[in-house]
């Protein structure tokens, strides 16, 4: 009646920012087998630094299972290593891995040898049978939402229908150390929340139109108010980060989640809310009013490119112009909006690259309280931009730990999709465009005061390299990176 969780570390060693989130993909499947009698251990490699002894006590009981959760990238080099561990100790201990990435590729994953069972797709009533099943040795074919082995050969079952996650009961929060995933942010612990899962659009980068095939759903607003009141009863927490992809898809429901955050006078902190620009635009004054009110700090934008032609190219349907006029609507409000920008995508060109920094120069100027972020395009397999990136050149891992490579903080040697001068901007701009606009050192974090000074005395420079497209002699990229400090490869 024991069963093992494993979340694996996205990266070894020193973080000059670490930043721990609640293990989501692994509460919301030990949840019901939790509240099912099973004692469920779960161990998160990256919260924990002596995660190892509790990892290998858990595997003395000889557990009825292992699950792990792995997205696409480095954190596949961990996840792996812990399968091997399990097998080297008890190769009859089954290995269940899920999330993202054996999801997207469950028949691949499976052709490592220490991979039994793939959970496709969301993971709580089907790991809830599939533990049942590996328990008392009935037949794997009746489990729907699976993929695995049957003698050397992979079998899959019939997918299993979604979630309706407002009948899902409160997660089980005492299975893991809420202490160690609290994050301060405008003096406030904060902790993270998902009350809806999908998104509507169809962004050709994004797993999430592939996973949940453009079908969204969502917690009722009453039943938002009883978790978030939940959480601040058992662990006295008032911060929240929303984690749903989009906050805002269903209008009416958002206003009467913050309506009754007021109304209930919770007294809360949010300090991530994921909206698109073009929301923003629709939004009256009435309602970012009550936003302020409800105790909104922060929206998370994701702007993606300032280039009309790869926002086309990448199905965001919406335009530059509106992310300028989103930004100007929020400027007179409290709230801090985080822009995301991603580079590397297929057929990007220095100019694309240009008016990404364009852009997010001209809205942080535009509103001050604005911050913006650089991430590095991941090809996702099985979504649509995977598809051009292949067509031209990505060459297909052909094995699971291929996919270790793609990082979000660094362009993939197999990043034939972009040409070699895109290559080197990215490469060596990734570090001055954090000093891009005048916060660069949080205003709603704490940050080490050596760093500050250190950020102010480079920013000038930084600014200059990103705003002439100047990568020559880029020692300090170089050094940071040698030394661990930013974009360290495993």
């Known amino acids: 009646m024991e ?125 809830a049978e599939l533990v049942d099943a590996l328990r008392d040795g009935t037949p794997l074919s009746a489990v729907n939402g699976i993929q695995y082995k049957d003698n050397g050969t992979i079998r899959s079952t019939p997918s299993r229908a979604f979630v309706n ?15 160690r995933y609290r994050r301060e942010l405008f003096g406030v612990d904060h902790l993270t929340f998902n009350s809806s899962r999908g998104c509507i659009f169809r962004c050709s980068f994004c797993w999430d139109p592939v996973m949940h095939q453009r079908t969204w759903r969502a917690m009722q ?40 955050i007021v109304e209930a006078n919770l007294d809360i902190t949010i300090s991530k809310l994921q909206i698109r620009a073009d929301t923003v635009c629709k939004m009256d004054r009435e309602f970012l009013d009550l936003m302020v009110r409800a105790g909104v700090k922060r929206f998370t934008l994701g702007i993606e490119s300032g280039s009309q032609r790869v926002l086309d190219l990448i199905k965001k349907d919406m335009t530059v112009e509106e992310a300028i006029e989103a930004n100007r609507k929020l400027a007179p409000y409290p709230i801090v909006p985080l822009y995301l920008f991603m580079m590397g995508m297929p057929t990007e060109t220095p100019d694309d690259l240009r008016r990404s920094f364009a852009l997010a120069d001209q809205l942080i100027a535009e509103n001050p309280k604005a911050a913006k972020t650089f991430n590095i395009y991941t090809p996702y397999p099985g979504t649509e931009l995977y598809n051009v990136s292949v067509q031209h050149g990505l060459k297909v891992p052909e094995r699971l730990e291929d996919w270790a490579h793609f990082n979000f903080r660094s362009v993939a040697k197999e990043a034939a999709w972009i040409t070699p001068e895109t290559k080197r901007l990215i490469e ?19 940050t080490n005061p050596v760093v500050v000074s250190l950020a102010k005395l480079y920013a000038p420079v930084a600014r200059y390299r990103v705003r002439n497209l100047n990568v020559r002699l880029p020692l300090e990229s170089r050094v940071v990176k040698a030394l661990g400090l930013f974009a360290r490869q495993d």
């Open 221 to 260: 607003p009453e039943t938002v108010i009883d978790q978030l009141q939940r959480i601040i009863r058992d662990y006295g927490i008032r911060g929240f980060l929303f984690s749903d992809d989009h906050f805002f898809i269903d209008m009416k429901r958002a206003r009467a989640i913050v309506e009754k």
């Open 428 to 446: 060596n701009l990734d570090f001055p465009l954090m000093f891009l606009g005048t916060n660069f050192t949080s205003p709603y974090r704490k």
């Open 3 to 127: 069963v093992l969780l494993f979340n694996p570390a996205p990266r070894n060693g020193f973080q000059a920012h670490e930043r721990v989130e609640l293990p989501l993909s692994l509460l919301c499947p030990a949840t019901p087998i939790d509240r099912k009698g099973y004692k469920v251990t779960i161990v998160d490699q990256f919260a924990d630094p002596d995660w190892e002894p509790k990892f290998l006590a858990a595997l003395e009981a000889k557990p009825v299972c292992v699950g792990v959760t792995c997205m696409t990238g480095p954190q596949i080099l961990r996840a792996l290593d812990a399968s091997r561990r399990v097998k080297a100790k008890d190769p009859k201990i089954p290995v269940v891995w899920g999330g993202v990435h054996a999801s997207l590729m469950p028949g691949q994953t499976l052709t490592n040898p220490n991979i039994d069972i793939v959970v496709v797709g969301e993971g709580e009533a089907t790991f």
């Open 165 to 179: 996650i407002d009948a899902e009961p409160p997660l089980a929060y005492h299975l893991v150390d809420v202490d």
